[in-house]
């Protein structure tokens, strides 16, 4: 195909800061958001303002910063004492600590969920960026085989399309969570972070970046697509392969990096993502325990649900791989269900929740049924 050409500027998708009066308003519903599995970045808003921090904050004297230094030049090759100056550098931030911390458990309500996504706001602007990058999109479909509507979907939902990409500097979040992961937490997770803020360096150090100078989660996940660092070494990528990847004001090179992260994670090109699934009244609870034990992992072919009395799809029996029974609670009332294939399950690597998969799978489905077609414009 033709290479699409390069936009002369990147469309500056972000929004304008929030008043104080909207910040506050704003962490006040981060606790339901949590609850209930958003994205980290949607729940950064409010995020530190570096110039406020006291200086008792820093790292820059502290004798387990040093080891962590010395730590990260082993794994890294780094030289230890530009690690170290990095390090001295970060803030620990009490909001992250807190944050990290899973929050009481809220009722699981697909319906509720949904509709944080699903809405016309996130739908307009997925209209606006396929519209400017429908090029790259389907260059994306020929590369890695992942059709443009999952990758409008995950943008859409992790970041709006580059409009919510997180408030907090990532040294500082990354920092916080290596060295001062809290207590109460049920987890220690601090030598994953420790290998993040690793991983953070080499990229900002390959890409000649101050590592002081980006923003992102409270996790410390970066740009339009909400890429760990990690992420960001091993599935970062370029279309034409030549320069640093930036996921934070180049939209091709998201496309590029979502879609070469699915692939690399068992989406199948032509593959649908799920089906429909509406289950009898009379199915014996016991089959529906069995059915739903393996949860998002792929476990029974068409024939054996059949069998157990489920009524199907003419396209599900036709379907030759292993499907999934997915439950989606919806508070105190019934709960949705869906089939997953192989490539729910691989949707579910980029965030472990049903809930996220198939938000992304209907967010992009409606993006595009809301774009006009080529002929149209």
Not at 246 to 258: G, W
Not at 307 to 313: D, E, F, N, P, Y
């Amino acid at each position: 195909m033709t290479r699409p050409a390069t936009p002369a500027a990147t469309v500056d998708l972000r929004a304008a800061p929030a008043s104080p009066a909207r910040r506050s308003a704003l962490r006040g519903a981060g606790a339901l958001l949590a609850g209930l599995g958003m994205p980290g970045a949607l729940l950064a808003v409010g995020g530190s303002s570096r110039a406020d921090e006291s200086p008792a904050l820093r790292y820059a004297h502290s004798e387990k910063a040093l080891r962590l230094a010395m730590q990260l030049a082993r794994q890294t090759a780094l030289p230890v004492a530009w690690l170290r100056e990095q390090i001295g550098r970060a803030y620990f931030q009490p909001q992250v600590a807190r944050l990290i911390i899973p929050g009481r458990p809220e009722q699981r309500d697909w319906t509720l969920y949904r509709s944080h996504f699903i809405e016309s706001t996130r739908i307009a602007a997925g209209v606006r960026f396929q519209r400017a990058y429908d090029a790259w999109l389907q260059e994306g479909r020929q590369r890695f085989g992942v059709p443009p509507e999952v990758v409008l979907g995950i943008l859409g939902v992790e970041t709006i399309y580059g409009r919510s990409m997180g408030e907090f500097p990532v040294i500082d979040s990354l920092a916080t969570l290596s060295l001062d992961f809290p207590a109460a937490a049920p987890m220690d997770r601090s030598d994953y972070f420790a290998s993040q803020l690793g991983d953070y360096f080499v990229w900002c150090n390959a890409g000649g970046i101050d590592p002081a100078s980006i923003r992102g989660s409270y996790a410390g996940a970066i740009g339009m697509p909400q890429f760990m660092p990690g992420s960001i070494l091993r599935w970062g990528t370029r279309f034409d392969g030549a320069g640093s990847v930036d996921l934070i004001h180049n939209a091709p090179d998201a496309i590029a990096s979502v879609g070469n992260f699915l692939a690399g994670h068992g989406w199948v090109r032509d593959m649908p993502a799920w089906f429909p699934l509406q289950l009898p009244e009379s199915l014996d609870p016991r089959v529906l325990q069995r059915l739903l034990e393996p949860d998002i992992v792929p476990s029974f072919h068409a024939a054996e649900l059949r069998a157990a009395g489920i009524s199907l799809l003419p396209q599900v029996l036709d379907y030759p791989g292993k499907l999934a029974v997915v439950q989606l609670p919806n508070a105190g009332r019934a709960p949705d269900y869906v089939l997953g294939t192989d490539n729910f399950y691989a949707v579910t690597r980029y965030n472990h929740s049903a809930f996220y998969a198939l938000a992304v799978l209907q967010l992009g489905h409606r993006v595009l049924l809301e774009s006009p077609s080529e002929d149209a414009l």
